[in-house]
């Protein structure tokens, strides 16, 4: 047995879609707590991971950030499934937050937030690691407060594709247009656009585009920014799944539009927000230069990561 955690502590913090996860404590070090993943594997993989997944999950044990979950050991069990121990993160996740009616926020809570979530995603593509599915309740939160970048896709590309169908969400607010499309070519800035859509949220408390199916997602999309279309997006109506808007072809967003729907953020936010929504990929702000921004040094101040408002 690989593991060096305790099985005598297995208090269930939580089930989602592909995993149940169980509280447990490193063998040498009773008083650190740990999150035990156990993930329900594919029946496919069961006489033997593949060798991709595994040096995926052992690569993600590698990175260190403290915006980034900790993994600190993989192993797998009797019943031949997967179980990741991970960093114990016990103050839920920014959905919770952004439900919580009860919760009051403000920018400068925000922009704490988002330098976290921002910071945490640069580490992860300075290391060649694209996540894909930035959303909410992705986003977990530490007792000191800081936000730490979850679920690396890894429960999903392991787990099996035939359980719990029902309850399964298909995570569709935050995909970026080209995965929309299709395109099997695709750069770390997928997740720009999902930080986009976080930050958006976050100002709102809704989400800002929520489509019920994949193309009423791009035609969501088209209807607050603007549509695809060869001139602003050279090569997207050679997308796979590209479809033509039809009739109503909606011009590019500008500034102004930023201001508009989301005047709590301020022109230097609504710029910064403009810049990780671009729908050309290419065109679209790496971390590196989100980083850059001026909005990190403009009032408000970040709020101190002990001071951000927690669930109750
Ligand atoms: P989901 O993403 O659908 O919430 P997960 O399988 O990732 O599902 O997690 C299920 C639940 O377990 C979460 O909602 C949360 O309550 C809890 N959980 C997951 N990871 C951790 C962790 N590292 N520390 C504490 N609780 C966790």
Redesign the pocket.
């Known amino acids: 047995e690989a593991s060096n955690t305790s099985p005598a502590r297995h208090r269930k913090?939580?089930?989602?879609?592909?995993?149940v996860?169980y509280l447990g404590h490193l063998r040498l070090e009773p008083q650190s707590l740990v999150?035990i993943?156990k993930i329900k594997v594919n029946a496919e993989y069961r006489d033997g991971l593949s060798m991709d997944a595994i040096r995926e999950v052992k690569y993600l044990q590698e990175l260190s950030h403290p915006n980034v979950?900790a993994l600190h050991d993989v192993f797998s069990s009797k019943d031949r499934n997967l179980n990741l121990v991970?960093?114990?993160?016990?103050l839920g996740d920014l959905e919770m937050l952004i439900k919580d009616e009860n919760i009051q926020y403000g920018l400068a809570d925000i922009k704490a937030w988002m330098g976290m979530l921002v910071r945490g995603v640069w580490f992860c593509h300075e290391n060649f690691v694209i996540h894909r599915d930035i959303k909410p309740?992705?986003l977990?939160i530490a007792s000191d407060g800081e936000v730490k970048l979850?679920?690396f896709g890894l429960?999903r590309s392991f787990a099996d594709p035939y359980l719990n169908m029902t309850h399964q969400v298909i995570t569709r607010w935050y995909r970026p247009p080209e995965l929309l499309f299709g395109a099997r070519q695709y750069s770390a800035v997928v997740d720009v656009w999902s930080i986009g859509m976080v930050f958006a949220e976050l100002l709102l408390r809704v989400p800002f585009v929520a489509g019920n199916s994949d193309m009423d997602q791009i035609a969501k999309i088209s209807e607050a920014f603007g549509t695809p279309t060869e001139e602003n997006w050279p090569g997207v109506t050679s997308l796979p799944n590209y479809v033509p808007p039809g009739d109503r072809v909606n011009p590019l967003q500008g500034r102004e539009f930023f201001l508009r729907q989301f005047p709590t953020a301020g022109p230097v936010g609504g710029d910064l927000l403009m810049s990780m929504t671009t729908l050309d990929p290419r065109k679209r702000n790496s971390t590196r230069k989100i980083l850059e921004h001026s909005w990190w040094r403009s009032d408000p101040k970040p709020t101190p990561k002990e001071a951000l408002p927690k669930k109750s």
């Open positions: 913090l939580g089930e989602g879609t592909y995993a996860v999150a993943k979950i991970l960093e114990y993160l016990p309740n992705n977990l979850a679920d429960a």
